[in-house]
């Protein structure tokens, strides 16, 4: 056997001339019928292609590999087994048996609303064809979406619903899907982002909550219970928001009405104190009087000159129309002085002086009663704007009532707990398995 691998091409070649040489028993054959096959030496030459290529030597230089022994298994692959069991099979069971057996049936009422703001329209808005019946506030939305994560709202439904009665009910039966005894306001809060699953999208304004608990009822009132508070919430802001609107204009309307009364409690004590009501009436009183006793002065020297003419030097009626002259000029001179720098029976000020304060008085007076106008109308118009602009929550999709429990998904989470475990296991072999051949 050693020399056929040794000499691999004399056996070849052997063999085939062994086929072209006729055996005793095909002698015969061959004799009785000599032209039946008139081509048989050309197959020969046909076949004795191993002449042109000179392989033997590189086909006696290639090793010769003993066959592969039986495959068998060796610990490593008890201890992989056995891993796999504890690492994958263990925990997939200890999963499965509490989904099945002690997790509790969560149930879920669904509800959907949006902040919607109704604005009736302004006279401007019918004339000017511009009227925008409604809108969504986006911003509220966004308020409202934190608001139902909040704090305040978890105490509200706690004090009105004990949320904490509700959620620790079955801990001693199922410890991971329900809220552990004696948790602090934190945990509550933590647990109510985990019950109450919020879908909102910004660009729409709609807010949908999907509200889950350990039975439909339960689930049902903590949907009904989120919707009011979130309607009070909606109705404080507007409620802000009107107030913001009006705060300016009624301070603004609180600071004429002072300027006013100011200004007329200052018109009040200057006519108590000049006993005049208004100076230009009385300047033009004065100017009539002064009119009159010049007058009755002219008179006067027309009647002394005739008499003059007609009685003698010391008759009486002369000295009688001097004194008359006499006294009309001076009380004439005495109603001109209250015009000029000279007293007045008024509080011992000049008609002057008199009408310059009336004068201040008044334009400060006009200019309270032009402001304080001002300020009113404005007022009017803010409460207006706000008596007309209105926030509300509009729910377009009530809280539900289910029939079947939803929660938890126990399909998925065995399917998502068998995947982490086999990846972890599976990576953990590889690590192990290339440490072993690097050694």
Known sequence: MADNQSNPGTADTDAQSGKSEPTPKDAPAAKAKPKAKPKPAAKPKAEAKPKSAPKPAAAAAQPVYAPARTA?????????????????????????????????????????????REEAPSAVDILGGLTNLSSTSSSDSDILYEYIQSQELVERVDARLDLRAQYTRHYPIDPIFTLARDSSIEDLVAYWQKMVLISYAPGTGLIEVKVKAFTAEEAHDIAEVIFEESSRMINQLSAIAREDAMRYAREELEVSVEQLKVARQAMTAFRSRTQIVDPSADIQLQMGLLNTLQQQLGTELINYDLLLTSVQEGDPRLQQSQQRINAIRDRVRQERDKFGGGASDSGGADYATLVADFERLSVDREFAEQKYKGALQNYDIAQAEAQRQSRYLAAYLNPTRAQSPEYPRRLLLFGLTALFLLIAWSTLGLILYSLRDRR
């Open 72 to 116: 068998s298994a060796k610990p490593r692959h008890w201890l992989l087994l056995i891993s796999f069991l504890l690492c994958v099979g263990a925990p997939l069971c200890v999963t499965a048996t509490y989904l099945w057996t002690r997790a509790v049936d969560q149930y879920t009422s669904s509800l959907g609303f949006t902040v919607r």
